[in-house]
């Protein structure tokens, strides 16, 4: 019941992070420049292959202007 549980918060935080990040009009290119990483990076977190931590999940959330509780579920 657990795993079914965090698979689905994790569902939820990768849409977060991609629904944000069009409403304002970023390309995940774009988004990687600000946050100093790869698109690829940024693939990875949309897909729910990775979750973005620390000093990156706080600038996601100040960029994306979205709660840092939704990026860190």
Do not use: D
Request: aromatic share 6%; hydrophobic share 40%.
């Amino acid at each position: 019941m657990e795993v079914v549980k965090l698979e689905k918060e994790f569902k939820l935080t990768k849409n977060v992070i991609y629904y944000a990040r069009i409403k304002k009009n970023i390309s995940q290119q774009e988004l990687a420049e600000m946050l100093g990483t790869t698109a690829a990076t940024i693939s990875r977190y949309e897909n729910g292959i990775h979750k973005p931590q620390g000093k990156t999940a706080i600038k996601l959330s100040k960029i994306l202007e979205i709660p840092l509780e939704e990026i860190i579920v």
